[in-house]
């Protein structure tokens, strides 16, 4: 399984980004995918999931601002960010998990600028 991220950017605080990731190879249809990201020096962290029925769960520092969607037919998740903060720079990772496994796409950078 391979995912591809791709959408990050610069844009001014206020702005807004819309990430994408897609996951090709051989994947139970039952599964979550989601978004996570990482400044340096600290840990990753949950931005937001959604489950393959549709079910989503988001971070308390996003609500209200990022929407998490998907395409089951296309094996694709999207982040719509709206209302960027300065503090939601980071590397932004894409996550696949079924069963047993889990899977990390490349980190796809966003920078906020004040």
């Known amino acids: 399984v391979q995912l591809q991220a791709s959408g990050g950017g610069l844009v001014q605080a206020g702005g807004f980004l819309r990430l994408s990731c897609a996951a090709t190879?051989?994947?139970?249809?039952?599964?979550?995918m989601g978004w996570y990201r990482q400044t340096p020096g600290d840990e990753r962290e949950l931005v937001a999931t959604?489950?393959?029925?549709?079910?989503?769960n988001y971070a308390e520092s996003v609500k209200g601002r990022f929407t998490i969607s998907r395409d089951n037919a296309k094996n694709t998740v999207y982040l719509q960010m709206d209302s960027l903060k300065p503090d939601d720079t980071a590397a932004y990772y894409c996550?696949?998990?079924?069963?047993?496994?889990?899977?990390w796409g490349q980190g796809t950078l966003v920078t906020v600028s004040s």
């Open positions: 996550r696949l998990s079924f069963t047993r496994y889990t899977f």
């Open positions: 190879g051989k994947i139970f249809r039952i599964n979550t």
């Open positions: 959604i489950t393959s029925g549709g079910t989503t």
